[in-house]
């Protein structure tokens, strides 16, 4: 049974940073890519960042290009996003997500296990 649990979301003021957290029970995490998405109130889950099994590749949308990174920690089974610069419209909950192969892609169906999510909220 593969479980994913986030954690670090929270409340911060526009121009603040964050990091999100996730781990992934399982021996198998360091073989799949992991990603993250995110899905505001009223709107459709999206896609934020994928990184590969070994980090060798990584993808950020554009909307979070240059403020959000995403990393791994294959020992900790962990994979994080580091987020700067935060705006008002970053707050979404966040879900950590694991690739169902690779290269891992930006939409849903391509991930098939999901954590509970994590919620972020930024003020103006």
């Known amino acids: 049974q593969v479980q994913l649990v986030e954690s670090g979301g929270g409340l911060v003021q526009a121009g603040g940073s964050l990091r999100l957290s996730c781990v992934v029970s399982?021996?198998?995490?360091?073989?799949?890519?992991m990603g993250w998405f995110r899905q505001a109130p009223g709107k459709e889950r999206a896609f934020v960042a994928s990184i590969s099994w070994n980090s060798g590749s990584t993808y950020t949308a554009d909307s979070v290009k240059g403020r959000f990174t995403i990393s791994r920690d294959n020992a900790k089974n962990t994979v994080y996003l580091q987020m700067n610069s935060l705006k008002p419209e970053d707050t979404a909950v966040y879900y950590c997500a694991r690739a169902r192969g690779p290269p891992p892609g930006t939409r849903v169906y391509e991930y098939d296990y999901w954590g509970q999510g994590t919620q972020v909220t930024v003020s103006s």
């Open positions: 399982g021996r198998t995490f360091s073989s799949y890519a």
